[in-house]
């Protein structure tokens, strides 16, 4: 089992920025891919961003691409989203997400989540 926490949410007014942090234990936290997903009240999930095992590479949703920057640390367990220029659609409960698998063509299969952080942005 890999459990994941995140924290760093809050209330945050449009134009502002945020950074989430997750910190997982449990098993081998560079054996796993790490993502980021959001969901908001009456919508799917959706995914966010994606950082390789070694973090050497990244993707983006197209529609947040610019205002999103995804990051890891394999020394302390932590992958971060840092969220700029935030608009009040991006309100919405973020989980990270682990997976086994990973291309920057857009693979990754989470197998483990976690509770998830609220983001809220005011306009």
């Known amino acids: 089992q890999l459990q994941l926490v995140e924290s760093g949410g809050g209330l945050v007014q449009a134009g502002g920025s945020l950074r989430l942090s997750c910190t997982a234990s449990?098993?081998?936290?560079?054996?796993?891919?790490m993502g980021w997903f959001r969901q908001a009240p009456g919508k799917e999930r959706e995914f966010v961003a994606a950082i390789s095992k070694s973090g050497g590479s990244t993707y983006y949703a197209d529609s947040l691409k610019g205002r999103v920057t995804i990051s890891r640390d394999n020394a302390k367990n932590t992958v971060d989203l840092q969220m700029d220029n935030l608009k009040a659609e991006d309100t919405a409960v973020y989980s990270c997400a682990a997976s086994p698998f990973y291309s920057s063509l857009g693979l990754f299969r989470p197998e483990y989540w976690g509770q998830g952080t609220q983001v809220t942005v005011s306009s």
């Open positions: 449990g098993r081998t936290f560079s054996s796993y891919a």
